[in-house]
């Protein structure tokens, strides 16, 4: 089984970062390949940035020249684009945001997310909300680090614990890493914080291995049908050499 891995935003050395989380979940026989979009922001904060990342991850797909794949796991946290490429594809396409809130949902009665930074809150909301799966949601909160400030792993895990403190207080019985470049982090905290931590980039690479072995995919039967056929103009022509 082959899985491609998205990566939301340019920074490579965030794909390799993510690709790593990826195969430690993958069980026997799956291989994991990264993709890192040409063009888009260097990390997705906001809605310009998501809006923006959705469409380059979906170039990205639509001039795929690789091996075929089975599955695709998009691992930017909140992000849009799930539902267009779930159009564009044949395979399962699984979104690390409803991934870890669906096996959040079975492990606690409400969970809570720990993000990066405030202004990307709101925006998660709205996607758990759109997966169905906002109501168990106890709360969004933002550590104040940027995606690129991630790197330094013993700032990051004292950020991450002084948000889930605010998480806890708000009800939460289970918590999600709220960004793709804070895998690995719940091999960390878990322990601390005495509360099941989930990884979205590993419950998604799970939940589609699981979904390909089952011999599941994508309905075509309504919102999610193939696209109308029409002309459809991919960016602006590039200027010719000078």
């Known amino acids: 089984m082959r899985i491609v891995v998205t990566n939301c935003n340019t920074t490579q050395e965030m794909t390799e970062e993510i690709v790593r989380g990826a195969r430690a979940a993958a069980g026997p026989g799956t291989t994991v390949t990264g993709l890192t979009p040409a063009w888009g922001p260097e990390s997705a904060e906001g809605w310009l940035d998501s809006y ?70 709101g925006q998660i909301e709205d996607s758990l909300e759109l997966a169905g799966v906002g109501r168990n949601c106890a709360a969004v909160v933002g550590t104040g680090l940027s995606v690129l400030d991630l790197g330094d792993a013993a700032r990051t895990e004292a950020a991450f614990l002084a948000a889930a403190e605010r998480v806890c207080a ?27 931590v989930v990884d979205g980039v590993a419950a998604a690479v799970k939940l589609a291995e699981s979904l390909v072995q089952l011999g599941l995919t994508t309905s075509r039967a309504g919102s999610y049908a193939k696209p109308v056929p029409k002309k459809r103009t991919w960016g602006r022509p590039l200027p010719p050499p000078r």
């Open 52 to 121: 923006l990342s959705a469409a380059a991850v979906i170039d990205l797909l639509r001039t795929y020249e690789g091996p075929p794949y089975d599955a695709v796991v998009m691992a930017g946290f909140g992000e849009h684009g799930r539902e267009g490429v779930r159009e564009l594809v044949d395979v399962p396409v699984v979104d690390i945001t409803e991934a870890a809130a669906h096996l959040a949902c079975l492990l606690g009665r409400r969970y809570g997310v720990v993000t990066t930074l405030e202004r990307s809150c």
């Open 170 to 196: 708000a009800g939460a019985e289970v918590l999600v890493l709220g960004c793709a470049g804070m895998t690995g982090l719940q091999r960390t905290v878990g322990d601390k914080l005495g509360l099941p």
